[in-house]
């Protein structure tokens, strides 16, 4: 049998390498579902709403606009045809990732993957997505879920704003579990416990999400209530809410969209010199209620497009195909938590800077088409 010369050899494995490399970066700048590049193209045309829309991408939704002098070059010098304009949103990243490399140094360089992935999808241009740094967000939220339980005390007396919403979040998906006497009445026996867990954890747009070894009673109303039974815990389902979990409690710190009531996040005592994670106030709302859904279907919507791209990729026949069902759930969770985290940030720009109005072809929201005017049944054109 006749061996393979040296250099062609060499020359396969290149190729093989390259191929590998390929195929790991999904391309999405042609997925109609990426809500955020469209909010951009909708306000490009108009100077004062883009240079709104960029300082408020620029920063967290609790912070008055250009708070920070040090935020890098001015909204009124970017365009949101630019790439320097369409990566504002990676911003409130790095402020938190400074944040954090503060009081947890060791864990700095891991986080810095996050602002990375998120600036390769953020660009309009050359929208992708790594699935080898995928595979490093990955690995950088199991360390933090890890340090997690032997932390916990010093988490909760002194830690930055991120470790504090990670732990709220990682409780609250397991139930926030305790244990309280049962209520009997004296002389009646052995007193025992009785198991009280909470609905588990609620993202800002209302979701909740429990770990499934758990049963818990669930308020569908005030008068009503729905008990769930514990189901079998499947390392797919895990792996990909901890992700989840993870991705909604970095985001949520730094960009901190409003959230409705009964979120996760407002539970957060924040500390000294710390704002409280900001509540959709329905009486002074900051956008319209028809907005706010919008952002959310628009978001999941995001997140639905993404996941199924990358869900197909890492199931399929390619070279990065993962041939692990429990890795290809977590990473298309990753992808789609992702996406859905810029939309819902950049969608909650787009409507506070337009008010909440419909802006036309020209970029004006002052130029509305005419609406009908209904009068009881009758509809007059």
């Known amino acids: 049998m006749k061996r393979l010369p040296h250099s062609l050899f060499a020359l396969l494995v290149i190729l093989l390498v390259q191929a590998g490399c390929s195929s790991s970066v999904l391309q999405l700048r042609d997925q109609p579902d990426l809500y955020h590049g469209k909010f951009r193209q909708k306000l490009a045309d108009n100077k004062e709403l883009a240079t709104k829309f960029l300082a408020c991408t620029g920063q967290a939704h609790d912070e008055p606009l250009n708070k920070r002098g040090d935020a890098g070059t001015s909204p009124e010098l970017l365009s949101l045809r630019t790439p320097a304009g369409q990566a504002t949103s990676v911003r409130p990243l790095t402020a938190v990732i400074e944040t954090i490399r503060k009081r947890h140094p060791e864990k700095e360089a891991s986080l810095a993957i996050l602002a990375d992935v998120l600036d390769d999808v953020a660009n309009d241009a050359t929208a992708r997505i790594d699935l080898g740094k995928l595979t490093q967000v990955i690995e950088t939220a199991g360390q933090w879920h890890g340090s997690l339980g032997l ?123 710390e704002s409280p994670y900001p509540e959709y106030d329905a009486d002074h709302p900051i956008i319209p209620l028809e907005a706010l859904a919008r952002i959310a279907r628009d978001s ?26 429990t890795l290809a759930a977590t990473l298309e969770t990753a992808a789609g938590v992702m996406v859905k985290k810029l939309v819902e940030h950049e969608g909650f720009c787009y409507f506070q800077v337009t008010e909440g109005k419909p802006i036309n072809a020209s970029g004006d929201p002052n130029e509305t088409r005419t609406a009908p005017v209904q009068t009881g049944s009758v509809t007059t054109p």
Do not use: C, W
């Open 151 to 273: 932390d916990e005390d010093q988490i909760e007396q002194d830690s930055s704003r991120f470790a504090r919403m990670l732990l709220a979040y990682n409780k609250a998906y397991f139930g926030d579990l305790s244990f309280k006497a049962n209520q009997i009445s004296a002389g009646a026996g052995l007193r025992g416990v009785v198991t009280v867990t909470s609905k588990g954890f609620v993202d800002r747009s209302g979701n909740a999400l429990l770990f499934p070894g758990i049963s818990a009673e669930i308020e569908v109303s005030p008068a009503n209530s729905v008990r769930l039974s514990a189901t079998a815990v499947d390392s797919q389902r895990v792996s990909a809410d901890l992700i989840r979990v993870f991705l909604e409690a970095f985001f949520d710190t730094a960009f901190r969209v409003p959230a409705v009531h009964g979120a996760t996040a407002l539970r957060v005592g924040p500390k000294s010199q």
């Open 300 to 325: 999941m919507r995001a997140e639905a497009a993404v996941t199924s791209l990358v869900g197909k990729t890492v199931r399929g026949g390619s070279v990065f195909g993962t041939q692990n069902e």
